[in-house]
T-cell receptor, first 112, second 119 residues
């Protein structure tokens, strides 16, 4: 089936640094979502993107829907310790299914 | 706020037992989903439902069944639990909306998860 390549798989950064992660695919998507998951909890929606080229912010988080509709990226500015967690992208195919395909996640660790 | 709740946060069952995982959403969403999450494999879709009494297989339906008798409730059933079904199970729900002439599915909202251990 379709896959979403999410990178990096994990990253250690210093508090205050900016973080960037992305998802790419060979398929075209009509929606991109970004989630954060804390240990032992369900994923929480951070940002939803519905149109190619769309750039959306949520506090220190900014995400973009790639022009080709095959990729998306998430930036976190001035990271803080509570940014620790796993970040997932999810894409909905243009075939009009109800399903989303999820990336394998980026595990973020912030060093104080 | 959308609220998706799952009946148990932690569950321990024995091989061969029948297991019910319940999910309830309070936002009148049409669509509901069951995923399992395993390290290194991400979220994999087991089953989803786009209407009451309607269900469709996801990517890994083997060993599972589902029931949706009411719009707000979606149950996952393990008919005979096995050790390889030890996992984190996540329920999600979403609504539909019109974007121009297209029917689109809105974002998925997740429950807190049920960590199932099968001994």
């Amino acid at each position: 089936g379709q896959q979403l390549n999410q990178s990096p798989q994990s990253m250690f950064i210093q508090e205050g640094e900016d973080v960037s992660m992305n998802c790419t695919s060979s398929s075209i998507f009509n929606t991109w979502l970004w989630y954060k998951q804390d240990p032992g909890e369900g994923p929480v929606l951070l940002i939803a993107l519905y149109k190619a080229g769309e750039l959306t912010s949520n506090g220190r988080l900014t995400a973009q829907f790639g022009i080709t509709r095959k990729d998306s990226f998430l930036n976190i500015s001035a990271s803080i310790p509570s940014d620790v967690g796993i970040y997932f992208c999810a894409g909905q195919l243009t075939s009009g299914t109800y399903k989303y395909i999820f990336g394998t996640g980026t595990r973020l660790k912030v060093l104080a | 706020d959308v609220k998706v709740t799952q009946s148990s946060r932690y569950l321990v069952k024995r091989t061969g037992e029948k297991v019910f995982l319940e999910c309830v959403q309070d936002m009148d969403h049409e669509n509901m989903f069951w995923y399992r999450q395993d390290p290194g494999l991400g979220l994999r879709l087991i089953y989803f439902s786009y209407d009451v009494k309607m269900k469709e297989k996801g990517d890994i339906p083997e060993g599972y069944s589902v029931s949706r008798e009411k719009k707000e409730r979606f149950s996952l059933i393990l008919e005979s639990a096995s050790t390889n079904q030890t996992s984190m199970y996540l329920c999600a729900s979403s609504s539909n909306f019109l974007l121009g002439w297209q029917s689109r599915t809105d974002t998925q909202y997740f429950g807190p998860g049920t960590r199932l251990t099968v001994l």
